[in-house]
């Protein structure tokens, strides 16, 4: 039996600790907003906070996430309002086939917590772990600039 | 529309699964947010296939081409919208299938594909929209006791006077009214919505992480399914399917893909698991062993020695105009050169998967796929059960770009449902889908061009050599099975050539007074299908870089001599001319920038791109600035076009730098995004796009929007270094994006 703590609430799981906490998260937990893109940590769909830290969630077994603090996109809102992440995403009207979107989100969320205004070179180094295949990183760049006056 | 059905959407469903081919006995009610259901749960009146309208004036619009990112749902539904005139702030949508409005006009076939889910449904759209606002004139105009003429509808409402009505008010007894068979549609100067910037419906569940897509798909009893696939020729000999069964939560293991088209599909192990992990673990254990049915030593040298060889015959001929010899043998100056292009994959970023739910007199399924008109008919064949027993839903797909137009994952999942009984989810991990992809082909092309005393190109030979997708004997598309025997396969394979191979090289707009396309069939066990832009993703690389040549090699104006050859096609032509204005082409550039010129002509869309760049060290690219002029008639959603202009810079750019499946051992040598890569945020070059203007209507966007950036840019290699790029990826050839 192996406890963590997924978006404010506590599950206890019989799960064979070596599997990948995406697939936990997916396949137990139902979270389904946690994508699988390549399993090998080079996509970055799967990414996830743990612990206050931005993970590939397909790269983090069970056992070891055990009694961790996990927040999935479908917990980063607060109190039923959008992240402003999310809230930028729209208006820029970023999205395309929306795979990679969780990922990103988490990704920029994560960057923009220790640094409220990136310039593009740090976006460029915060974002260089996620692929987006229809090719929508101009209008990424533009959300993340978005999000970043609205929280300042 | 004397069936027009009024009910609520519960009977709704059972009475639409009747009379269109749909569902629906003890259907599982699907996971939240699933949008192809939502409009299912509430009440509200259809007025026709393609919407349903509630009470509280929530006007739901069918979408029947799949989302894949390119956004053909967006499109469709403002073309709906405009002439039904709703306020776009009360439409909703929802995924529908199988009924026969749904097929694609321009394929036949519920398929999204082609760049034709704009231009196949333009009329089909806008018409059934205006037949669904008379319905509601005619009904206000009923209740109020006034003649039809007098009544206007506007932001989802009917008024005449001091009445008003919302459409939510009107729609059951609309429902009853038959609208004009052919109604007038309006003129781009009436448009209300389209060719206006309108935002996307799916951002929120996209964000939120509650679309559901295929792979997203749970319901009651399902098991997992993983698959690993034979050799492409080969067989899977043997496997250890107690060590697989004894892996907790694995059920069980078996072979599939022999199903349907015996000629045609792959064959794989399954091994089905509670989970998806398990099934990973399992198919370890079992530790399958594969026969490469005599192919063990298949390689690029191999392949590509074939395709060159075949670039020397004489091939079949695609198209021939005046006289090739005469016109080689009069010529002042004959260039030659040959190119060459590897096979590369589509990598959607969600894997193949399909969920199939069989229940021996109802068959079920949930799939990201862009051709429910296929699934419908490989599933109606392997399961034995009529099409009226089948009920596709038709998921959100994390891309496609032409993979998902086969149904290989469908046929898979009906199979293995059927074998244990249970609802299973077909899944592919990463690596499967990158080496038993079906993918867009090799191909190499030899050029022949005759010039004149004045150094202008007179004759034209180009032949192609490679595999044919409608024609190989090897894996390649389903639809070469389904189109068996009819008037579209044979268009496909007219003269024995392959329709795609030649594909923007047989139909350029250049005028030459002699010309030969020829194409010469090499066929290898290597899967291959459509590719977003299918041969144009090729060719546009072969051809405009061989014009290039000819420019330079004649002391031309690169862009110069494309306008002269485009004399004959005013379109064409103002495409490319927008593109040099806009750029400044001619213009003195700071030192050490050069300039590439690149024009294609697909999809009915004229396509210019202008790459400036600077090359340090002799290897690292550095661009600058990439302009873009595109025509493609009425432009129906602006803010999604430019989506998609970005994205054919990063289309481009991947398959220029990068894309390479290397073929070895009778095998894909690359396994995942580690050794096939893709573009990412950092090397995201700046771009502006420019429209040609005009009332035209609307052609295709997906896919014309990237051939033209690879020989642009190798063409501006060429510019600054002197060195003529004829094969790709760039990353062979030494270079890096700076």
Known sequence: MITLTVNGKSHTLDVDPDTPLLWVLRDHLRLTGTKYGCGIGECGACGVIMNGDLVNSCDIELENAAGADITTIEGLGSGGSLHPVQQAFIDEDTTQCGWCIPGQIMAIAHLLDSNPEPTDAEIDLGLKDNLCRCGAYTRIRRAIHRAARASA | ?738
Request: aromatic content about 8%; hydrophobic content about 40%; some cysteine.
């Open chain 2, 1 to 738: 529309m004397s069936e027009a059905i009024k009910m609520n959407r519960r009977s709704f469903v059972k009475t639409a699964a009747v009379a269109s081919g749909g569902l629906v006995i003890g259907f599982h009610l699907p996971p939240l947010g699933n949008t192809a259901e939502a409009a299912m749960a509430g009440e509200g009146t259809e007025l026709n296939a393609w919407v349903v309208v509630a009470p509280d004036n929530t006007i739901t619009i069918r979408a029947s081409q799949t989302e894949l990112g390119q956004g053909p749902t967006m499109g469709n539904l403002m073309m709906f919208a405009e002439e039904m005139e709703c306020d776009w702030a009360d439409v909703t949508f929802e995924f529908a299938t199988g009924r026969p409005e749904y097929t694609n006009p321009l394929v036949g076939l519920q398929l999204t594909g082609g760049s034709t889910a704009t231009p196949g449904f333009w009329d089909v759209m806008r018409k059934a929209g205006a037949q669904a606002r008379h319905m509601l004139i005619q009904a206000a105009a009923k209740k109020w006791g006034v003649d039809a003429s007098q009544c206007t509808a506007r932001n989802s409402m009917v008024m005449q006077g001091s009445n008003k009505a919302t459409f939510g008010d009107l729609a059951m007894a609309a429902a009853d009214e038959t609208p004009p068979e052919d109604p007038k549609l309006k003129s781009p100067a009436e448009f209300k919505l389209i060719g206006h910037s309108v935002k996307r419906l799916d951002s929120l569940q996209k964000v939120t992480g509650t679309a559901i897509f295929g792979m997203d798909t749970f319901v009651d009893g399902m098991v997992v399914g993983v698959v690993k696939h034979a050799p492409w020729s080969g067989t899977i000999k043997s496997w250890d399917s107690a060590a697989a069964k004894a892996v907790d939560g694995v059920q069980d293991s078996f072979l599939i893909g022999q199903a349907v088209f015996p000629d045609n599909s792959s064959n794989a192990l399954v091994v089905i698991a509670d989970t998806y992990w398990q099934g990973v673990k399992g198919m370890k254990a079992a530790n399958p062993q594969m026969d490469f049915g005599g192919w063990d030593n298949l390689d690029d040298d191999q392949i590509l020695g074939a395709f060159k060889e075949g670039t020397n015959e004489a091939g079949k001929m695609g198209r021939a105009e005046g006289d090739v010899s005469a016109g080689l043998s009069s010529a002042a100056k004959v260039i030659e050169a040959e190119y060459h292009v590897p096979y590369i994959s589509h990598s959607p970023l969600e894997p193949m998967n399909t969920v199939a739910d069989y229940r021996g007199d109802f068959l079920e399924i949930w799939s990201p796929t862009q051709n429910a008109g296929a699934g419908y008919v490989v599933a109606a064949k392997i399961s034995g059960l009529p099409q009226e027993k089948i009920h596709i839903h038709m998921t959100f797909a994390g891309g496609g770009f032409g993979r998902r137009v086969e149904v290989d994952y469908i046929e898979q999942a009906v199979e293995a449902s059927m074998k244990v009984r249970k609802p299973v989810k077909i899944m592919w991990s990463r690596e499967e889908d990158t080496q038993h992809n079906l993918n867009r082909p090799s191909y190499a092309t030899k050029f022949t061009a005759g010039l004149d005393a004045d150094g202008n190109p007179t004759t034209w030979k180009q032949t192609l050599a490679g595999p044919g997708i409608w024609l190989s004997p090897y894996r390649s598309t389903r639809l070469k099975n389904l189109f068996a025997g009819s008037d579209f396969m044979k268009g496909m394979q007219e003269s024995g050539v392959d329709f795609h191979s030649v594909q923007g090289a047989k139909d350029i707009g250049y005028d030459f007074a002699n010309m030969d396309i020829a194409w010469t069939q090499k066929d290898f066990p290597v899967p291959i299908v459509f590719f977003r832009g299918v041969g144009n993703t090729q060719n546009a690389f072969f051809i405009e870089s061989f014009i290039d040549e000819i420019a330079h090699e004649s002391g031309q104006d690169p862009y110069e001599l494309r306008r002269k050859l485009l004399h004959k096609e005013p379109r064409m032509l103002a495409a490319l001319n927008l593109a040099a204005e806009k750029s400044g082409w001619g213009n003195p550039l700071p030192a050490g920038r050069h300039r590439g010129i690149a024009f294609h002509n697909s999809f009915d869309s004229p396509f210019c791109d202008v790459i400036e760049i600077s090359v340090r060290g002799g290897r690292r690219i550095k661009i600058h600035k990439i302009t873009r002029a595109i025509d493609c008639g009425i432009i129906v959603n602006p803010d999604q076009l430019d989506s998609q202009f970005q994205s054919g810079v990063v289309w481009g750019l991947t398959m220029a730098m990068y894309s390479q499946l290397q073929v070895k051992n009778g095998a894909i040598v690359q396994s995942n995004f580690n050794n096939y890569r893709l573009l990412r945020i950092g090397q995201m070059p700046k771009f502006e796009t420019h429209f040609v203007r005009n009332t035209e209507s609307p052609s295709g966007i997906g896919e014309p929007v990237f051939h033209t950036i690879a020989p642009a840019l190798t063409n501006a290699i060429f510019s600054a270094t002197g060195r003529r790029i004829r094969s790709l990826p760039l990353k062979n050839h030494g270079f890096s994006l700076a």
